[in-house]
Each structure stands twice: as structure tokens, then as C-alpha cells.
């Protein structure tokens, strides 16, 4: 399970993991944030996580990096392929942005809630 909190010692938002050998818990949430944004700006936040598990059974973490307008930065989506524990990020995968809102538009450039599904070949 994944949770988006405050965090005193990064001074932004944070996402956690929570594991749990049943789907009802009890949950124990890592001491250490999965992700955690390396902006120094505290209002470049890092939420809104999603765990997809493809067909092949790999797993993905997808996020949302929250724009920070006063920099000029913008919000996106990013993705990191997950260890085979689902606890830690495989050794060796990176961070890819998958969808960068540079272009603006109505939400001025923010990106919300990532969540993937696969349908045949494709991904949505």
C-alpha cells in the first residue's frame, strides 16, 4: 500500500510503503520514504502513487511530482520498476518521466493521479 504524508525532515510531501502479509493487515509502513523529491524548493511535492503489476508480473511505481509554479517547473507523471519484493526499486531501474505537463492548459500545468491498465497491447 502506498500513502502520500507530510514529512518534517524533508519539508514536503512524501510518499510511503506499507506492506502486509494480508490484504487486511496489519500494515507496516517503511521507515524511510519510497519516494521523496530531491528539489530543494518545499513546495515541489511528490503524491497520488499507483503500484501497477503487468502481465508479466513486474511491478511499477507510478507518481505525481507537483509542479511548483513560482520556479516555473512542471507537474508529471514519473514510473520506476519495482525489486521483485515489491519493497524497493529493482537495482539498476531509473526514474522515467512519462508525462510531462509543459504545455500548460486548463489545470496550469499540473498532472493528476497517474493510474495504468493494460488491454491487449497497449497501455492507458
Do not use: C
Not at 510511503?16 to 494480508?22: D, E, M, V, Y
Not at 519510497?34 to 503487468?54: G, R
Not at 496550469?108 to 493510474?115: I, Q, S, V, Y
Amino acid at each position: 500500500m502506498t500513502g502520500t504524508a507530510y514529512s518534517a525532515e524533508h519539508g514536503r510531501l512524501v510518499i510511503a510503503l506499507a506492506t502486509a502479509s494480508r490484504i487486511d493487515g496489519p500494515y507496516t509502513v517503511q521507515p524511510d520514504p519510497i519516494v521523496a523529491d530531491t528539489n530543494n524548493s518545499p513546495s515541489v511535492s511528490v503524491l497520488d502513487s499507483h503500484l501497477f503489476q503487468d502481465h508479466d508480473g513486474r511491478v511499477y511505481f507510478l507518481w505525481k511530482r507537483d509542479s511548483n509554479q513560482r520556479t516555473g517547473t512542471n507537474g508529471s507523471i514519473r514510473i520506476r520498476e519495482m525489486n521483485s519484493s515489491g519493497r524497493a526499486f529493482l537495482p539498476g531501474s531509473v526514474e522515467r518521466v512519462i508525462l510531462d505537463n509543459a504545455v500548460g492548459g486548463w489545470e496550469r500545468n499540473l498532472a493528476e493521479a497517474p493510474w495504468m491498465i493494460r488491454r491487449g497491447g497497449y497501455y492507458y
